[in-house]
């Protein structure tokens, strides 16, 4: 939705092309309010492949392939919400009311911050929002996109398996940087080369390649067919190896974190031996380290990293007014999108971090800041609730909330790849358990 809104305004502004765009947005949004089942997939499916779309297949309009899944996801946001089907009527959502109230409350809180006036427009304020709050509805809407546990298992082995092609876009990717169809982004950069695969910067392939390595585990616990197991197999061993040859530390280092992780938790929830539990999360801790020491024997570890984030935090703290200086205001792509609507920048400057934790209390302020992580928390807390009931789906649960929890310390916000991912992750992770529960007593 950030580079949507960004990139439609832009065209509108310079009168070009808009007639044509406009006509293929109302397109989209209609084609997502017939079947928002369909076009909550759809958009699943583009996020992997939008940066192929944008740079090789769709070079001159830019500003549609960006647009193309957020506005298929707000057609299917009307449906849902205005006109719901038989099955989402009778379907309720696993979450207790607590649970919910905080939700609301959170969310109403978070919201306030578009009324700041450094926003200076109703159209920046809505571009906030969106930052925060776009895909949030899919918590609501994933546990009704399957209707059994089944279904499930079979559309997210699919899913899966597109791994496959953006692995392999990005392994040629290093093999031949020459430019080409598939090394757009290779092209001219020195050896090794910068991988993107198909998406659009480096942070969406690094989450991608965090989630996917985790989804892939998730699964291969929960008993999968035999061809399932070969497929996943030869998946992971193709996402190490793009995790190794991309040039990001932070997507081995997230990769060994789920290795330990997922296992851990799976035995400490099981009834295996306390003695082989314990070394085999020793081995797994040792494994863990010695990854994070080879990484950081590359190219050093800078000493800043340890209390980065404590003291950008306490530097916005800092200097933060306590209501904060407005919802998405130090977003990189607001300042351009200011230029567009001819808005004036806030006096003085805001400082801008680079930190997402430091930039949402720069953001929210101390109520928006507390408000925005308990939300999330309690998402997260939810999907942990869940995956307490035994079962073949116990691992994906378990790798749903972990996502979660993984996703406090990294970018969200700033990374539509890791906030629409872990979003839809989150509500999965609720209609699990009722799912399953449905089927046995059937």
């Not at 499916?45 to 506005?71: M, T």
């Not at 789920?258 to 081995?283: D, Y």
């Not at 309690?378 to 009931?389: E, N, P």
Request: glycine letters at 8%; one cysteine or more; a positive charge.
């Amino acid at each position: 939705m950030t580079d949507a809104a960004e990139h439609f305004l832009a065209v509108l502004a310079a009168d070009r092309n808009w007639p044509f765009l406009g006509g293929m947005a109302v397109i989209l949004v209609a084609l997502g309010f017939w079947n928002w089942r369909g076009a909550v997939k759809a958009a699943l499916v583009l996020l992997l492949f939008e940066g192929f779309l944008r740079k090789q297949l769709l070079p001159g309009l830019q500003e549609l392939s960006y647009a193309l899944k957020d506005l298929l996801l707000a057609g299917a946001y009307l449906r849902f919400f205005l006109l719901p089907d038989d099955a989402v009527k009778r379907s309720r959502l696993g979450i207790t009311k607590r649970s919910r109230w905080v939700t609301w409350i959170c969310v109403i809180i978070v919201s306030f911050s578009a009324l700041h006036p450094n926003l200076g427009s109703p159209l920046v304020a809505i571009f906030g929002l969106a930052l925060y709050l776009f895909y949030l509805p899919l918590v609501v809407m994933m546990p009704r996109l399957y209707d059994s546990a089944a279904t499930l298992k079979q559309g997210l082995l699919r899913y899966a398996g597109l791994a496959l092609p953006v692995c392999f876009v990005a392994i040629y990717q290093w093999w031949d940087p020459a430019p080409s169809l598939l090394s757009y982004y290779a092209a001219g950069m020195e050896f090794p080369p910068r991988l993107l695969g198909t998406f659009s910067y480096v942070i969406g392939f690094a989450a991608f390649l965090s989630l996917f390595f985790a989804l892939h585990l998730g699964l291969f616990c929960a008993s999968p067919p035999v061809w399932a197991r070969w497929m996943l197999g030869i998946n992971l061993a193709l996402l190490i190896t793009c995790g190794l040859i991309c040039g990001s530390r932070s997507a081995v280092v997230q990769m060994a974190l789920w290795m330990v992780l997922l296992p851990g938790c799976l035995m400490l929830m099981s009834k295996v031996r306390r003695t082989r539990m314990l070394g085999g999360i020793g081995m797994l801790v040792i494994l863990l380290v010695a990854t994070v020491f080879a990484i950081a024997a590359q190219d050093g570890v800078n000493p800043r990293i340890m209390t980065y984030r404590a003291g950008t935090l306490i530097h916005a703290a800092r200097d933060a007014p306590l209501l904060g200086n407005g919802i998405g205001v130090t977003h990189p792509r607001m300042d351009s999108l200011r230029r567009v609507l001819r808005v004036p920048k806030p006096n003085p400057l805001l400082p801008v971090y680079d930190d997402e934790m430091a930039a949402t209390y720069s953001e929210l302020g101390l109520a928006g800041f507390v408000a925005w992580y308990l939300l999330r928390i309690t998402l997260m807390v939810c999907s942990f609730q869940s995956a307490r009931a035994p079962g073949e789906f116990r691992p994906l649960h378990l790798t749903f909330a972990l996502a979660q929890l993984m996703s406090l310390f990294t970018s969200f916000v700033t990374n539509p790849t890791m906030g629409l991912l872990v979003t839809a992750a989150a509500g999965l992770s609720l209609g699990l358990e009722r799912k399953a529960a449905v089927e046995e007593h059937a």
